[in-house]
C-alpha cells in the first residue's frame, strides 16, 4: 500500500553543491496549471515546476502530477518552492488528452492504492463504455479500481432490474462494487470503509455525484459540488483540478475533474483483450494467433458472447476500444 505520512516528507540533505540552499521532500496535494501544493509534514508550499520538465516530457500535457513525490527548493523570500526533480512513480492513472493537444496523455494522478469510478443510474445515465475504458487504464497500470453506482435514490421499480445487471456484470468480474446515496446516506459506511488508510482517486463524469459524495463521508472537506443541465442532462464541471484530500479516518481521496470521454492509451491492438478479464482466458482459443476478435472466423471470444460466457456491453466496449486504438496506431505511420 501507498502511505503518505509526514514521517515520509522530512527535509532532505542540502544539495553538495550549494550548502546554502534549503531541499525538502513533499508530495504534490493540488495543480492548478503553473502551480502546485506540495506538502511537507504539516506545511504546504506553493511551488512551480522547472521549466525542463516541459521540455523533456513534451507528449505529457501535465509533467507534475497530483500525487507525485518530489524534492523542492525553498525560496526563503517568499516561502515558495522550485520543484527540482520528480521521484519516480509506484502507477499512474492517464487517459488521451482532449481537445487540441488530443493524443498526448494527461496523467491524472500518480502512487494511488485504488482507483474508484463512480457513474450515476441517471442524471447523467449509466456509461457502461466509460467504465470499461476506465478499468482498461487501470489494468495498464496494474492500479486495483472498483465501481460506485450513486444516486440509488433515483431508482425506479422498473429500473432496478437493469441496475443489478450491471452491478453483477462487474461483480462477478472480481471488481468491488458499491451501491450509494450521499442524499439519502446509503452505501456511505462501506465506502468509508474502502477509503479508509488508503490513497484512492475518485473518477467519473460531471454530475455523478462525486464530490457530494465526499463531502458526505467526510465534511469538511466542503468540496464544491454542481447541478445536472435539464437540457443536456450532463453535469457541470465543479471540481477543476485534481486535489488530493486527508480522510479523518486514515487516508487520502483525489478528487478529479468530470471528464465526459476517457481515452485510452498506450496498449497495442492485438494486447487489448488481455487487460479485459472476461476475454482474457478465450485469446489463446481462436483459430489464428493474430486474431483481433473482431472479424475474424473461428474466433473463441465472439463464440463466448454468442452463447453468453461474455456480456454483449462488455464486448462492444472492446470493439469501441480496440478501433480508437487501431486508428491511433495508422496515425502514428
Given amino acids: 500500500m501507498v502511505s503518505l505520512h509526514s514521517d515520509d516528507l522530512r ?102 492504492d485504488r482507483a474508484w469510478i463512480v457513474q450515476a443510474v441517471k442524471r447523467p445515465q449509466f456509461n457502461p463504455a466509460f467504465v470499461d475504458r476506465v478499468l482498461v487504464a487501470t489494468a495498464v497500470n496494474e492500479i486495483p479500481a472498483g465501481l460506485i453506482i450513486n444516486k440509488i435514490d433515483l431508482l425506479t421499480e422498473e429500473e432496478r432490474a437493469a441496475v443489478m445487471d450491471v452491478h453483477l456484470r462487474y461483480a462477478d468480474l472480481g471488481y468491488p462494487v458499491i451501491t450509494t446515496s450521499a442524499t439519502e446516506n446509503l452505501g456511505l459506511a462501506r465506502l468509508e470503509t474502502e477509503l479508509k488508510d488508503q490513497v484512492s482517486v475518485i473518477t467519473g463524469p460531471s454530475g455523478t455525484g462525486k464530490s457530494s459524495l465526499l463531502n458526505a463521508i467526510e465534511p469538511g472537506l466542503d468540496v464544491e459540488t454542481g447541478e445536472v443541465s435539464e437540457s443536456t442532462r450532463k453535469g457541470t464541471h465543479t471540481t477543476t483540478h485534481a486535489e488530493l484530500h486527508p480522510l479523518s479516518v486514515g487516508g487520502y481521496v483525489v478528487d478529479t475533474p468530470g471528464i465526459r470521454e476517457f481515452g485510452v492509451r498506450d496498449i497495442h491492438p492485438k494486447d487489448l483483450a488481455h487487460f479485459f478479464p472476461d476475454l482474457r482466458p478465450y485469446v489463446n482459443e481462436c483459430k489464428f494467433p493474430d486474431c483481433t476478435h473482431d472479424h475474424e472466423p473461428g474466433c473463441a471470444i465472439k463464440a463466448a458472447v454468442d452463447r453468453d460466457a461474455i456480456h454483449p456491453a462488455r464486448y462492444e466496449s472492446y470493439l469501441r476500444i480496440l478501433d480508437s486504438l487501431q486508428e491511433e496506431e495508422e496515425q502514428r505511420f
Fill in 11 to 112: 527535509m532532505s540533505p542540502p544539495d553538495t553543491n550549494d550548502t546554502t540552499e534549503t531541499q525538502l521532500e513533499g508530495v504534490v496535494t493540488r495543480s492548478t496549471g503553473s502551480w502546485y501544493d506540495v506538502r511537507v509534514g504539516d506545511q504546504v508550499i506553493p511551488s512551480r515546476a522547472r521549466g525542463k520538465f516541459r521540455l523533456t516530457k513534451q507528449n505529457v500535457t501535465n509533467p507534475v502530477a497530483v500525487g507525485d513525490r518530489v524534492t523542492i527548493r525553498l525560496n526563503d523570500e517568499d516561502n515558495t518552492g522550485l520543484i527540482l526533480s520528480i521521484h519516480d512513480r509506484t502507477n499512474k492513472l492517464s487517459r488521451r488528452a482532449a481537445g487540441h493537444r488530443r493524443g498526448e496523455e494527461h496523467v491524472m494522478v500518480s502512487n494511488v
